[in-house]
């Protein structure tokens, strides 16, 4: 019988070093974590909200990290920004882009499931693997922390109309901005894995707290939109749909 975590672990460790965390100040002063990641020439993508009206304070992966290091601590993988965050041209869409000058070779492929060819059904029920850096209490740093899931439906928001995939791993505050890998096919291990989208929130209703809503991720048409607006889309990533 097949390994049924072969797929998920594979991925996670082709991809770890290409996901980092922003640690942020709002206005308030108070300190934020969100998720960004790698997606060639130095790119990082991240939620909009993560970002915007924020002051950056660090970005860096967990590759490497003394377990006994401080918060605040110099770290292995600490990444420096070389173009500030930038915003995709409609407000409404939850997403941001940035640029480091140190990269590291790891890099997430865009997929090409554009909304065009999305049925209502489509992908429902394929493997997902989100990876982030939600809060883990009483911890000293951010941890990169992982999760597998599937895909659920796939939902049309009743205010700006973006689709958004429903995804069953739970939501939780810091996962926003981080990957969500899809596996089309958990035997193809050449093509048959690619980005699904960017978690950007957590569908709730009545102030109700983030664990307790859908976990929702961006298709990835509003990626490259925002790639292709700041031209920033490495030539690698284009599609070619003739």
């Not at 997430?108 to 493997?127: P, Q």
């Not at 995939?165 to 193809?188: D, H, K």
Request: with cysteine.
């Amino acid at each position: 019988m097949r390994n049924t975590n072969e797929w998920s672990k594979t991925k996670f460790f082709e991809h770890r070093d290409a996901v980092a965390y922003l640690e942020v100040l709002d206005g308030s002063g108070d300190k934020n974590i969100g998720t960004s990641f790698h997606v060639g020439n130095g790119v990082y993508i991240t939620a909009r909200h993560v970002v915007e009206n924020k002051e950056i304070v660090e970005v860096s992966s967990d590759n490497g990290h003394d377990p006994f290091a401080g918060f605040g601590d110099k770290r292995p993988g600490l990444l420096e920004i070389a173009k500030e965050p930038l915003f995709h041209e409609n407000e409404a869409v939850d997403l941001a882009c940035f640029v480091v000058k140190n990269p590291p070779k790891q890099y997430f492929e865009l997929g090409g499931h554009l909304e065009c060819f999305l049925g209502n059904h489509e992908l429902l029920l394929h493997k997902t693997l989100v990876m982030g850096f939600p809060k883990v209490p009483v911890s000293k740093r951010p941890h990169l922390i992982v999760s597998t899931g599937e895909i659920n439906g796939l939902s049309e928001k009743y205010i700006g109309g973006q689709l958004a995939f429903i995804i069953s791993t739970m939501a939780r505050g810091g996962f926003s901005g981080g990957p969500v890998l899809v596996a089309y096919s958990e035997e193809n291990t050449i093509s048959g894995t690619a980005l699904l989208g960017v978690v950007t929130e957590s569908l709730i209703e009545n102030h109700g707290t983030a664990e307790s809503g859908f976990m929702a991720v961006t298709t990835i048409d509003p990626i490259y939109e925002l790639l292709e607006q700041h031209d920033l889309l490495p030539d690698y990533q284009k599609l070619n749909l003739e």
